[in-house]
């Protein structure tokens, strides 16, 4: 498998990044990670190296850079973050390893809403989503509903508020769409054997979605 350091040029700031790419993967899912973390969040890290087992490309990056990772209110920007992730599509579409192949987003909590409102601005190009304890509700009822790849939300049981929310973000959305809620998982997914299930629910979706 080949993994590289990336660097993301983003209006002005460059972003670091790690490109993992197995050998033959059909596609690369582009990570977006929640206020307060970054492109090692363990989490996504765990997620991201089911999909390489599985035979998918992930790039895993930083949304902000240190220093604005300090202001709490740029961590809740969302058209930044979504600008952001735009940048990194971008970029990988330009890659002569990533051009191409299929592109997937893989957002948490924050970083979902950045990922389903890239994907609606895509023009169809993001072949699919998958939101971990997301927000997409703050992606915006139009964003929502002209998102179009098949999108996956994944919830834990215990995250009530969070559910609700995801509930309401999914009855606007007019794509191939599934929510699926983890029994015994709280918002970060800290209980043995939940995180493990995201990881499968989202590796089966992209591998379908992908291929």
């Known amino acids: 498998m080949g993994e590289k350091k990336a660097i993301i040029p983003a209006n002005g700031v460059q972003l670091d990044g790690d490109l993992a790419l197995p050998k033959g993967t059909p596609g ?3 990570f977006a990670h929640g206020s307060g973390s970054s492109r090692l969040s363990p989490r996504n890290t765990y ?3 089911v999909l390489n087992e599985a035979g998918i490309g992930t790039l895993l990056f930083d949304l902000l850079t240190r220093e604005e990772d300090r202001d709490y209110q740029i961590r809740f920007n969302i058209e930044l973050l979504t600008e952001r992730l735009i940048a990194a599509t971008c970029w990988l579409e330009k890659n002569p390893d990533t051009a191409a192949l299929k592109l997937g ?9 950045a990922a389903l409102q890239a994907a609606a601005e895509s023009g169809g190009k993001v072949s699919a989503v998958v939101s971990r304890g997301g927000r997409p509700d703050l992606a915006g009822r139009e964003a929502l509903e002209r998102v179009v790849c098949p999108t996956l939300l994944i919830v834990g049981g215990y995250d009530d508020v969070v559910i609700g929310l995801n509930r309401a973000a999914y009855a606007l959305m007019n794509c191939p769409k599934e929510l699926m809620i983890v029994p015994g998982a709280s918002h970060l997914f800290e209980e043995p054997g939940t ?3 995201v990881a499968e629910l989202a590796a089966a979706w992209f591998r379908r979605c992908l291929l």
């Open 28 to 30: 690369v899912v582009a």
């Open 105 to 113: 987003y893989f957002g948490a909590s924050t970083g979902a809403a």
């Open 195 to 197: 995180l493990e299930k």
């Open 47 to 49: 997620v991201a190296r």
